[in-house]
Nanobody
């Protein structure tokens, strides 16, 4: 079992920045591929970014150049730095862990989830 706890969400004006953190406990953090997803009201949960065990990163097109995913295996934490935020980024953001090495962009492929943190971007 892996337990994930997100933090860092909040209310920010368009153009602002937030840094989300996800602290993991349980199994060996470095064994897991980590991802961030988001879900806006009335919409499906969508892939935002992922980072492999070796540090390769992947992003959905709408956040490329604005968001950066990173991980600190010594601290069992994955981060999502979000810059130049837009109102359409408003959602609940979820951290997820996957035991396999292949990056998937669908939520069903991830084994463990955090409780989510709200990000609201005002125009």
């Amino acid at each position: 079992q892996v337990q994930l706890v997100e933090s860092g969400g909040g209310l920010v004006q368009a153009g602002g920045s937030l840094r989300l953190s996800c602290a993991a406990s349980g199994r060996t953090f470095s064994d897991y591929l980590m991802g961030w997803f988001r879900q806006a009201p009335g919409k499906e949960r969508e892939f935002v970014a992922a980072i492999t065990r070796s540090g390769n990163t992947y992003y959905t097109d709408s956040v490329k150049g604005r968001f950066t995913i990173s991980r600190d295996n010594a601290k069992n934490t994955v981060f999502l730095q979000m810059n130049n935020l837009k109102p359409e980024d408003t959602a609940v953001y979820y951290c997820a862990a996957r035991s396999g090495g292949i990056v998937y962009r669908t939520a069903l492929q991830y084994d463990y989830w955090g409780q989510g943190t709200q990000v609201t971007v005002s125009s």
